[in-house]
């Protein structure tokens, strides 16, 4: 893993997110909160979890030696008890806090280097259990968590008639001279 995967992956995450909540803005609110039979039962239930478990893991990156400037914002941030509360009363609201996180991840992303990213991180699951991991192996995970639900979501919104387009990463990777 190196610090330019990580940044395409941040810019892939942006990029998704901005397509998925601009589908979803045609939905009025009940439709967004309507149990879909997904995970975290509707649209909206999925992607505030979403916000929820990047959050909490921005928090612990926080809360990381060797203290990322970027993430100097997160202490303002409400830190969740469950990867269910709420983020925001509605719809706009997440989508607002949504943006700010992935402008947060970008700008981590571009203070990481290869020695963060092969050097240890402990941090504290919600269960109260201990890990230590190596960081890029973490942020695996990150951006593979938020792939997976934003998936559902997908999902949700197909079986709703909503398009959202193509939503591979390839369209985002870099080409090169052949």
């Known amino acids: 893993m190196s610090p330019q995967q990580i940044a395409l992956f941040a810019d892939y995450n942006r990029w998704m997110n901005e397509r ?24 909206l239930g999925t992607l505030n979890h979403i916000a929820v478990a990047d959050t909490v893991w921005m928090q612990r990156f926080a809360a990381h030696p060797p203290g990322f400037a970027s993430l100097v914002e997160m202490a303002g941030l409400p830190s969740p008890r469950s990867l269910r509360e709420p983020m925001a009363p509605d719809f706009a609201g997440l989508r607002a806090y949504r943006a700010r996180l992935d402008a947060l991840v970008l700008r981590w992303a571009d203070e990481l280097s290869p020695d963060h990213l092969a050097g240890s991180f402990s941090f504290a699951r919600m269960s109260g259990e201990r890990m230590t ?39 985002k990777l870099p080409a090169v001279d052949a």
């Open 20 to 43: 998925l909540y601009e589908a979803a803005a045609g939905l009025t609110e009940a439709e967004l909160a309507a149990d879909r039979g997904a995970f975290f039962g509707s649209i």
């Open 133 to 171: 991991l190596r960081l890029g192996d973490v942020l695996l995970h990150f951006f593979n968590h938020q792939t997976h639900h934003r998936g559902q979501v997908s999902t949700l919104l197909s079986q709703l008639g909503i398009d959202i387009g193509v939503t591979d990463l390839l369209v």
